[in-house]
């Protein structure tokens, strides 16, 4: 390759508003009922239906916008943009084309060369479209409206972004702003965040703009990171051998690593946007905008910040806390119980990190109590138990969240503090493993550990390792 | 002044439309739609300089609900409007992505 490209990207990311009802209609937005059971004649798009608007979906873009530093557009509309597909009932989608409720935001990430600020165009409301589901036995598909009319807000970056690093950095600090806002839990695998890559690429020093693609399905942070990659090299591929990028949307096939063109929607850019006449204008006084702001809570930033002066806890421990909201509220939450900020930390990146990654589960479905984690953390504080069962008892708090102390008692999992037992065990230890014995006082130091082990297995594990160890010294 | 509708245009708009029309219907949408805009001519001899754009007629803004759930399950009801149905979904022929 001679030349050198750029490439330059711009996303869309739908996010799926966490309230409890629809945008439009009183149905309930809760996932996974039975088809079709949270539905009535607005979202089904019945003639004669009448949409009257979710106080809470504004009062969420209207967060959004702040926390993003945008704009908030005081007298804003609706608008309806018009297509026919199934999942679509009405025939047409209510969003914003004209007035969006936020515009001219922007917030900051971290770039291996410093902090770069990545513009926010306009954020909008928008109701959700059904899912289609291809039925595997006839040659037809089904339609499902539980989804239908869920509040989305749209967020339109700027393309300002130029690598996948950039815009995985700028996608986790949203994400972890909305979810710190409480507006949206923010899941790709589960789609309530759906990110779209617009992407183009054009030689180095160029001020045009390429002609761009828009990539969807892209369901985790891997899939947005190979898209990306993967698109910038078929666009770039088309320049050298003198092609045409075409203006297109493509779907990504994370198996297959590639993507492909979906055809079926070219005929439909024509929208014929017009002011949705079933809605009333939005008017958004100074007040209700300062009430907002003043309901704000504290985001993952001031967080950050605190949890160093308040707790004393290492950069790179805050960092790690604070990269989920669960995670963050487990902490807080254990702390104020505890008061022992650096161990619960420590449970919480080491053990729970841990358990999370071998059971795949992700932090918003951790499910085990703050309670819990501070009795546990308290039993090994008073010595009842020691660290390796300590680390047992977690492994069934974190799976059962069971209460440690009733746990520890029913179990007979306490220390053993009959200095006479150890004393005796101890004894039986050392006549049965001669040879370890005697390397010890040959001046094998280590071979004291095969000793404390052996005792320990004796114990069942219900001794204190440091108390072996001493009374091992002493006998021999 | 009257505006021409071409063919081009009409068979357009019939395709955004998913209309499927007859070329005697399609004469008569087009001589509507001339008249249509003519009578839009004949409101752009105002001058609007100035004025706001209006959406609606009514100064009413901020109709909102509270975000509270009042509808229950009510599928049977909303799937009896379904052309057609198959178990609790609509059938629709099969959709390509």
Not at chain 1, 390 to 395: D, G, I
Request: hydrophobic share 35%; glycine share 6%.
């Amino acid at each position: 390759m001679s030349k050198q490209y750029e490439t330059v990207i711009g996303l869309e990311i739908h996010v799926e508003l966490a309230t409890k009802t629809k945008i439009f209609c009183s149905c309930s937005t809760e996932f996974g009922g039975k088809p079709n059971t949270h539905t009535c004649p607005v979202c089904t798009g019945m003639p004669g239906s009448l949409p009257v608007l979710n106080k809470q979906v504004v009062e969420y873009a209207i967060a959004v916008g702040l926390a993003t530093n945008c704009e908030i557009t005081q007298y804003c509309k609706f608008d309806r943009k018009n297509y026919f597909y199934p999942d679509n009932p009405q025939n047409y989608q209510i969003s914003q084309l004209y007035l969006p409720i936020c515009r001219n935001g922007g917030i900051e990430i971290d770039t291996p060369s410093g902090k770069k600020t990545i513009g926010i165009r306009e954020i909008h409301m928008e109701e959700d479209a059904g899912k289609l589901i291809h039925d595997e036995w006839e040659e037809c598909s089904l339609v499902d409206f539980n989804r239908s009319g869920v509040p989305l807000i749209e967020i339109v970056s700027k393309p300002d972004m130029r690598s996948a690093e950039e815009v995985i950095a700028y996608v986790d600090k949203l994400r972890l702003i909305i979810q710190y806002l409480g507006a949206s839990d923010c899941k790709l695998q589960e789609g309530s965040m759906r990110v779209d890559v617009n992407l183009s690429v054009r030689e180095l020093g160029s001020k045009e703009f390429g002609t761009r693609t828009e990539m969807k399905n892209l369901n985790s942070y891997k899939a947005i990171a190979r898209a990306i990659e993967a698109e910038k090299n078929r666009q770039i591929e088309l320049l050298e051998e003198g092609k045409e990028v075409i203006q297109e949307t493509r779907r990504w096939d994370d198996n297959k690593e590639t993507s492909y063109s979906m055809r079926s929607k070219e005929d439909a850019h024509d929208y014929r946007y017009f002011p949705e006449p079933d809605l009333v204008p939005i008017v958004i006084s100074d007040e209700w905008i300062e009430n907002i702001r003043k309901r704000q809570p504290e985001l993952r930033e001031e967080k950050l910040k605190r949890y160093k002066e308040q707790f004393n806890i290492p950069d790179y421990d805050a960092k790690i806390l604070t990269s989920s909201k669960k995670i963050a509220d487990i902490f807080e939450a254990t702390t104020a119980i505890c008061n022992k900020p650096k161990k619960v930390s420590n449970w919480l990146m080491g053990e729970t990190m841990r358990l999370m990654k071998e059971e795949g589960i992700e932090a918003e479905e951790l499910s085990f109590s703050p309670e819990n984690l501070a009795k546990l953390i308290e039993l090994v504080e008073e010595g009842a138990i020691n660290n390796s069962v300590a680390k047992e008892v977690f492994e069934i708090i974190f799976k059962e969240d069971i209460d440690p102390k009733k746990y520890v008692e029913e179990k007979g999992l306490k220390i053993v503090k009959d200095e006479g037992l150890l004393i005796k065990t101890i004894k039986e230890v050392i006549e049965e493993n001669p040879k370890s014995v005697e390397d010890y006082r040959g001046g094998k130091k280590k071979a004291i550990g095969f000793l404390v082990g052996q005792t320990m297995k004796k114990m069942k594990g219900k001794a204190d390792p440091s108390m072996i160890n001493k009374i091992l010294k002493e006998l021999l | 002044m009257s505006q021409v509708i071409s063919d081009e245009l009409m068979e357009y708009i019939a395709n955004l439309a998913k209309l499927e029309l007859s070329e005697k219907e399609k004469e008569q949408a087009k001589k509507d739609m001339e008249r249509m805009l003519s009578y839009i001519d004949k409101l752009n001899e105002l001058d609007t300089e100035g004025i706001e754009p209006l959406s609606h007629i009514f100064s009413v803004n901020n109709v909102f609900r509270e975000d509270v759930v009042t509808n229950g399950d009510d599928s049977e009801n909303i799937l009896s409007n379904a052309p057609e149905r198959k178990d609790e979904a609509f059938k629709v022929p099969k959709t390509v992505e």
